[in-house]
């Protein structure tokens, strides 16, 4: 059974940092791309960070690009979101997605396997 397990989320203030792990298990992905959405109350999951099987090819939400940084250590088989100068319209619920393709993707649909999901609150 494959399973997303994430890590690292919690309490920062404004202008803070967070990194996020997410660590595949029942398989490896170090083949396939994978990427990174949240979700906050009341809205839906929107894309964050997607990135490729080498790490080449990386993509970001104009949201956080250059604040957020994808990456991925394929021998230790897990994915990271760095998370810098954070705002308090960061606060969601952080997934982490992967799919059976080598294509960076920026929609849910584009994933076969998720997470259960880490809370990040960014306080102002």
């Known amino acids: 059974q494959v399973q997303l397990v994430e890590s690292g989320g919690g309490l920062a203030q404004a202008g803070g940092s967070l990194r996020l792990s997410c660590a595949p298990s029942?398989?490896?992905?170090?083949?396939?791309?994978m990427g990174w959405f949240r979700q906050a109350p009341g809205k839906e999951r929107e894309f964050v960070a997607a990135?490729?099987?080498?790490?080449?090819?990386?993509s970001y939400a104009d949201s956080v690009k250059g604040r957020f940084t994808i990456s991925r250590d394929n021998a230790k088989n897990t994915m990271y979101l760095q998370m810098n100068d954070l705002k308090p319209e960061d606060t969601a619920v952080y997934y982490c997605a992967a799919r059976n393709l080598n294509v960076v993707a920026t929609v849910p649909g584009g994933y076969n396997y998720w997470g259960q999901g880490t809370q990040v609150t960014v306080s102002s």
């Open positions: 029942g398989r490896t992905f170090s083949s396939y791309a």
């Open positions: 990135t490729s099987a080498g790490g080449g090819r990386t």
